[in-house]
């Protein structure tokens, strides 16, 4: 029997495969394909203060083993959440981490404290990287003093684990993990979307209303390989592995290179069990290599 | 009528014409109930190009020989790749997917337009309907003669009225133009086809009062309600074409 | 008949496609598959003013539509180009234009003296963007003041037309565009490659010698054109566009979202012909759409 | 000998056993001058994970069919994918490319070696030795008897030694222990294999003052010189394997 049990603060996760937000939804529409509690947690999409109606469509564009989106941070707001996600997500048996966001610093600090009120809500995972809306999001990722005040006040906010989602759009990713550490974050997942674009060549118009979007899937996995290596070396918390997880060899590839756990997004549109299976995948791999456990190959390319 | 991931078996792959085929496939386990209007999301295997699955209507059921077809327009890489499938190959589908037409009460006089590949999801309607006991308007429109496809099929069900562009066959011009939707009087209208077409008969329905649906085929990536990348504003806000829909009445959407 | 002819400063293209550093040698290895004077233009293999042997075997793994490389500037040295290379790239009846590369300053400004006094060198590429050197390439590229030095150092250096090729690993991009055009740059051109990584979980190993490399191909596409996207509303010298670019589709978009001449690179590992087969395609679209001049479409996006 | 780009008809694929198959490849145009030792760069469609070409050994010619020969092991994605090719398909390469073997002078007694799919490029090299009027020693290593392949179609042209690690057909052990490489003197060493194998017959080689060309398999990005990745360390600094070699003298690598 291999051990996949991991640790991130004093939060335990029974397997480190996890949900990227976003593209999971709750979790609900994955119910008829497998027990969604086998995971070793769940990230819900991600949920700002108010409702938001998101971007206008086109919403997405398939590129060469990628896609574009420019979503918007679609979602009912918190009282909905409160009201009508909440009771169903706090019934799975596995860590429900919310995803946060926000135009002000007051808007993630509001959130950050109801969701503390919360008892199921196992973590948060304060998004500071997304590129698809017009304040808040990326404009906090990718600048460092932003960065520092929005963690801060949410680490003061929040007495549960705090995660913090770093935006792969920067020249050094490593200064805003070392700032998330500083301020207090339990752990660092990485990367959200690579900000990028493409053009239809008969409409010669943008695929996407908002012109630019959000660059996910395997095409982005090399930069968050290096990123999420460039990070583990630069910071003792714990890091998330998020870009282009595929498989069970890529999410091994993140551990190696110093992830303690992953997040599988865009996979999960093409294969709704592509998570499940990278769970199986990664086992199996451990037991041919005659590995115990999961903490084992963390890292293990800066060791040999 | 739970979703799920199934893989297929080709059982066949005819040609209809240059743009057009209709691959069989055949289940390894019983069929789930499938509602007309539901569609499947496909993987095409062997393409660097096609990243996402490609949606398709469920053209037609056939329970005892437990397969479903689907009528697919070659449009690009994806469509292309499985023009070429061959009796045996396998088809992993994700499905039945979206919500679905509503099946008329008793007496209600229908139409069922369908223009271009936007037949697909009007045969299996056409089945459900005629076996509610109704006989269904059929109205499809083609760019000439020689797209024309299925007539036969249609002919089977309901009482089918063609228009060709050109006029090669039926009567020349638009679908929204054939005399059919002026002169006789519709309870209901089912619409699916380019969207010019779509907003044409909607605003006929519209404007004579009459209960009309379409099936949007908005981009999607996931086909299951999780991207929200699919939507269409609605007056309800924005909408999920692959949950709330692909299946619309008319007054909802912000034509 | 499409006019497919561009300038940059005083500096005429026959027609707009190039074929990127690095990946098309001299010109010479394409001899045998078409008449390389078509293209508008050659750049050629990356020169510093002293020979390098460049980094260790393995230098490259192939990604999901793309490869990372780390071929670190392996060149023989301004002497040997002087004698040996020059004499027969000058016989080509295109633009013939160096990259150059450096540790430090003064290797930049040799260099672009040495160039300056080549009268068949039509342009100097000043790359600053290399990710595979230790010293010099990407960290003048990715730091804006450092930037702004080398570029003036060359500039006062060199006469000729003075194209400054931009690293996509920053934050913002635009601002090194400013800064290339601030100091007098007759163009930009982009992206070098992003920095990626990958590893092969059979021997837990790194798949590259330096770990990290540079990412290529059509997964950086989408990122390659929003970065032109944003250069070409920051600035009004003309955008090289560069970064998987495999059909003229690709190019199309590029001269679409506001590049007035396009890269090819990675393409012709996979085709070698793919450069002129770009070109003829870029005329049949343009045929098709009755569009006269390539000059029409040149950032068409903005202005509808 | 200028390099080509072009599409060849699978004229047939031949399964050997688990891993290793034969493509036959018409070519279209009078096939040019190939040396022994040179590859070409296979295009691999159709599978989403080869985005570059695969370097393939020209394993056998026929001027008078115009065909050439791949003799390929599975080792992946790509080879995978070249598995299911059928008669028929068509496959783009570019070739021929690289430099080749020395064939040795009249009255030089020389021996080839290879291990595993490094017996590809030995067919064409022995029959250009054969042509040349030697009769060459041919030496092949396989891991067991159920994967020796090719045995008699080297028999007819040389004298073929055999050895398998477990000794289940030929000498039991690696080539390095064969008789004949320590009992018989040769002028001259062709080698191609897995790295080990090759280090040590170069080590035997340099040991006994015999003159050693081995192939190396460095990953590749171009195949042509200009990406600059396929180096190998020698004593006259990096060089390409694609252009440079892909045979070296073991006398300047630095092993
Ligand atoms: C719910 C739903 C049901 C559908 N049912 C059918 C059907 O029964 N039969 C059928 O032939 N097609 C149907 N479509 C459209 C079909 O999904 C697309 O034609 C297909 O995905 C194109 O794939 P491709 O790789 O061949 O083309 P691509 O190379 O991806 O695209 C080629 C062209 O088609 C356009 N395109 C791509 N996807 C769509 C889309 N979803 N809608 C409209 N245009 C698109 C692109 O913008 C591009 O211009 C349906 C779409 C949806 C959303
Ligand atoms: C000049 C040259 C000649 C060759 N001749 C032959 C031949 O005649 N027959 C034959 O079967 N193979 C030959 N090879 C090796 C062949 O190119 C690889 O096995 C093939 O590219 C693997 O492709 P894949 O997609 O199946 O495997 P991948 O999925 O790309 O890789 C599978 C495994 O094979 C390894 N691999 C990939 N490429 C190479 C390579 N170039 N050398 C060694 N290992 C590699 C990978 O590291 C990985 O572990 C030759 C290689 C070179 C450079
Ligand atoms: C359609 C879509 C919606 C997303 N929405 C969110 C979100 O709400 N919050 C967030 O932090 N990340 C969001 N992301 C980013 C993903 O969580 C993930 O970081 C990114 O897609 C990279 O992983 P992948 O390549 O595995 O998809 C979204 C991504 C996609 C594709
Ligand atoms: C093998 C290789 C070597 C390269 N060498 C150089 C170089 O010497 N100088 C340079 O400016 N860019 C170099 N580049 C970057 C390319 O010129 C180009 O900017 C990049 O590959 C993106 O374009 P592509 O996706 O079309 O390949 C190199 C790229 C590759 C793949
Ligand atoms: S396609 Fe993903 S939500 Fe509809
Ligand atoms: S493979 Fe590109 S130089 Fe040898």
Redesign the pocket.
Known sequence: MVNLGISIGNLKFKNPVLT????FGNGTEFEDFFDVSRLGGI?L??TTIEPREGNPYP??AETPS??L?T?G?Q?KGMDYFERNIYPKVSLYKTNVIA?I?GSYIEDYVALAERFDKLGKIAAI?L?I??P?VKMGGMVFGTDPASSRKVIRAVREAYSGTLIV?LSPNVTRIEDFARIAEEEGADAI?????LLGMSIDIESMKPSLSTITG?L???A??PV?LRMVWQCARAVKVPIIG?????NASDAIEFFLAGASAV?????S?IDPVSSVRILEGIEKYLEEKKIGDIKEIIGLINSI | MPKRIEDFVIRGNKRLNDDFFVLELAAGTPLPDINPGQFAEVKVEGSPETFLRRPFSIHDVDYRENTIKLLIQIAGKGTETLSGLRPGNSLNLVYPLGNSFTIPSAGEKVLLVGGGCGIAPMLYLARKIAQAGIVPGILLGFRNKKRVIEYEDYQEIGDVYLTTEDGSDGVKGLVTGHPVLMNSVFDRMYCCGPEPMMKAVARHCGNAGIACEVSLENLM??GIG????CVVDTVRGNLCTCTDGPVFNTKDLKW
Chains 1, 3 share one sequence.
């Not at chain 1, 997040?263 to 996979?267: L, P, S």
């Open positions: 990227a937000s976003g593209t990230i999409k991600g919403r997405m990628g896609m989106n979503v941070l979602n995803n966001n995972e998004n990287s997304c698809n989602k997942s990485l990367i959200n979307t959000g996910s899937g395997p982005v996995k968050a998020i870009g282009g997880i595929m997040q599988v997004g865009t996979a549109f | 990536a996931c999780t991207c929200l990348c």
